[in-house]
């Protein structure tokens, strides 16, 4: 070694040794050759430059880099994993990730839109191809640490909540969720008609899919519109063609067949409880006991006026089960106006008074035969009476008077039959002649009357009496029997001369011609 080497040799040891002491220990001799700072993740190793470097042997460099980035050491090694795979497995790190330029300095050199994902251990496939890198993989975490199952990325995404275990690929693949190639006929139940056309969770509520029974109530007790009364055998009267078609034939499969309206009775109607809890009869009033509206009176045999084409056809004949025809208005006259009791049990009188007594406007007063006037036809029809028998003929003008001239009110027996019962306000007389009209007058018209004072009465009308007005005498109005004197001061007191000095015994000087005839007897 020359003297001028030697001495270059010795001033950089002093430099070194200069460097190495106290006064320089926080600088360091790298911080005068290192070719710039480091990034930011690696500034706390800036000053340990031993980490990274080795004097003197760049080929230990690779090694002391897999020694912290252990993780990447073992896909190396292991030949997984991007560095692992390919060419990077035979490379340098220093290769591709270059330091000292500085803390923002981007060493990875990751093109996202160059990048082969088949250099990975994940190929992307199907709709995967077409997902933003950030999907996958997080911001601020590593690219290793993206997960590769499906769960891991689609958890939030599972419409089944888990319940289906973590094995997506048993029924979905990487082009679609909708995508499914699921064998339901390996689970024992096949879908079959509309079963096939529903979606999955119409059955499995709440996504789950273990020990799911396979009768059809289990799934469809929600929709049973029976609501659990026609037990849990739905297949007896349906099929996965269409609920409402239903199978059950009434007529065969029971001992009861549907005829009338009963084809046309929904089944809860007469089955509103549990169906196989009880044997139903098949009399009309077990089931139409709160239909009956004659509330239970004429018993429970039902059939024995109605069928089952309409309550409102009853085919009873009155003439032949009662002895009772019904004719006229009875015809038209509902059973209960008359049944007003148990029909069975009542034993109803056939005489028109017992049903109609409650309506006799006549008050009884006409007895209890009603037939001897009136008929079924109506009341108020063609009455059938003889009013000769009742000691009161009509006639003259009495045969074409109304009744309702005479009789009042209803009650058509009157008390008493006498003219002026009647004719009292048509008493042109005033009530002077009293009440016996028929003295008079006959029933053929009252301008036609005959009455002999002579014959009739004691007092003989002669002389100036002939041509005397009744009213001359019968000056007082009277009740009862005329009862009128025959003393002629009686009528003539007013006309006494002889103001009452000769008695009053007129007739023994006067006569009847005239008082100017004076003849003393």
């Not at 031993?50 to 690779?62: A, D, E, I």
């Not at 078609?245 to 084809?263: N, V």
Request: charged share 30%; with cysteine.
């Amino acid at each position: 070694m020359t003297v001028l080497r030697f001495l270059i040799y010795m001033a950089f040891m002093v430099l070194v040794a200069a460097m190495l002491s106290e006064s320089a220990e926080s600088a360091g001799i790298e911080s005068l050759i290192k070719p710039g700072p480091v990034i930011e993740g690696h500034m706390k190793y800036e000053e340990q430059c031993g980490k990274c470097h080795k004097p003197f042997s760049k080929q230990s460099q690779g090694m002391l880099c897999r020694s912290c980035h252990e993780e990447i050491d073992a896909d190396i090694r292991q030949q997984q994993g991007v560095h692992g795979r390919g060419m990077a497995r035979n490379a340098e790190c220093n290769h591709c990730h270059s330091e000292h330029k500085g803390r923002d300095a981007d060493i990875i050199q990751l093109d996202v839109e160059t990048f082969a994902h088949d250099e990975t251990d994940y190929l992307l496939k199907g709709a995967h191809r077409m997902t933003d890198c950030t999907a996958c993989h997080a911001a601020g975490a590593k690219y290793r640490d993206a997960p590769q199952t499906c769960i891991a990325c689609h958890q939030g995404d599972d419409i089944h909540a888990g319940r289906l275990g973590e094995q997506c690929t048993d029924c979905h693949d990487e082009h679609s969720w909708g995508s499914q190639d699921f064998d339901h006929e390996s689970t024992g139940f096949v879908l079959r008609d509309k079963h096939a056309e529903l979606a999955c969770d119409s059955c499995h509520v709440n996504q789950k899919y273990k020990d799911i029974p396979g009768e059809c109530h289990s799934c469809h007790r929600l929709n049973d519109v029976h609501a659990g009364r026609y037990g849990q055998k739905c297949q007896n009267c349906h099929s996965e063609t269409r609920w409402d078609r239903a199978r059950f034939d009434h007529d065969h499969d029971t001992e009861y067949p549907l005829t009338g309206k009963h084809r046309k009775v929904k089944c809860d109607v007469c089955h509103p409880g549990k169906l196989h809890a009880k044997e139903l009869k098949a009399e009309c009033f077990a089931c139409h006991r709160g239909d009956d509206k004659h509330s239970g009176r004429y018993g429970d045999k039902c059939q024995s006026c109605h069928s089952t084409h309409g309550w409102g056809k009853a085919k009873f004949d009155h003439e032949k089960k009662a002895n009772f025809p019904l004719r006229g208005k009875h015809q038209d006259t509902s059973c209960s106006s008359c049944h007003k009791g148990e029909v069975y049990e009542e034993k109803l009188a056939t005489r028109c008074f017992s049903c109609h007594g409650p309506d006799d406007v006549h008050g009884g007063q006409e007895g209890e035969h009603c037939e001897k006037c009136h008929d079924e036809d109506s009341w108020a029809g063609q009455v059938r009476f003889e009013h000769d028998m009742t000691g009161f003929p009509l006639l003259g003008l009495h045969a074409v008077t109304p009744c309702e001239e005479c009789h009042l009110t209803s009650a058509f027996k009157m008390e008493a039959s006498d003219c002026h019962v009647c004719h009292q306000p048509d008493d042109v007389h005033g009530h002077r002649l009293g009440p016996r009209c028929e003295q008079c007058h006959n029933p053929n018209d009252w301008s036609l009357w005959e009455f002999d004072h002579n014959t009739q009465t004691d007092y003989k009308l002669d002389g100036a009496h002939e041509d005397v007005d009744c009213m001359s005498c019968h000056v007082e109005e009277i009740s009862g029997k005329i009862k009128l004197s025959s003393s002629c001061v009686t009528c003539h007191r007013s006309n006494d001369v002889h103001d009452g000095q000769f008695g009053k015994y007129c007739d023994r000087c006067h006569i009847t011609k005239s008082f100017a005839v004076v003849k003393i007897r």
